[in-house]
Nanobody, 124 residues
Framework: QVQLIESGGGLVEAGGSLRLSCTAS????????MGWFRQTPGKERELVGA????????YYAESVRGRFTISRDNAENTVYLQMNSLKPEDTAVYFC?????????????????WGQGTQVTVTS
């Protein structure tokens, strides 16, 4: 079992930045790959980015590439999502997810554990 708790969401103006954090417990964090997803009402939950267990591989959705950065601190059991140059279309509930293997997945079904989500709202 892995428990995930996100934090750092909030309200920001377009062009601004936010950093989301996701702290994990319950399993050796350095052995799990992590992903960040987001969801808006009426839409499917979509992948924002993913990172492997060691942090040496990252993947980003085209819509956020160059603006968002995923990183992790295995000593702190935490994964981060740094979001820069935010746009109103980035408004969503953001979820972190974990899978009990070292390699990241690009699909929602590839993740075993989910956080409760944190709201990000970007105003124009």
């Amino acid at each position: 079992q892995v428990q995930l708790i996100e934090s750092g969401g909030g309200l920001v103006e377009a062009g601004g930045s936010l950093r989301l954090s996701c702290t994990a417990s319950g399993r050796t964090f350095s052995s799990v790959a992590m992903g960040w997803f987001r969801q808006t009402p009426g839409k499917e939950r979509e992948l924002v980015g993913a990172i492997n267990s060691g942090g040496g591989f990252t993947y980003y959705a085209e819509s956020v590439r160059g603006r968002f950065t995923i990183s992790r601190d295995n000593a702190e059991n935490t994964v981060y999502l740094q979001m820069n140059s935010l746009k109103p279309e980035d408004t969503a509930v953001y979820f972190c997810a974990a899978r009990a293997v070292t390699i990241a997945s690009m699909t929602r079904s590839g993740y075993d554990y989910w956080g409760q989500g944190t709201q990000v709202t970007v105003t124009s």
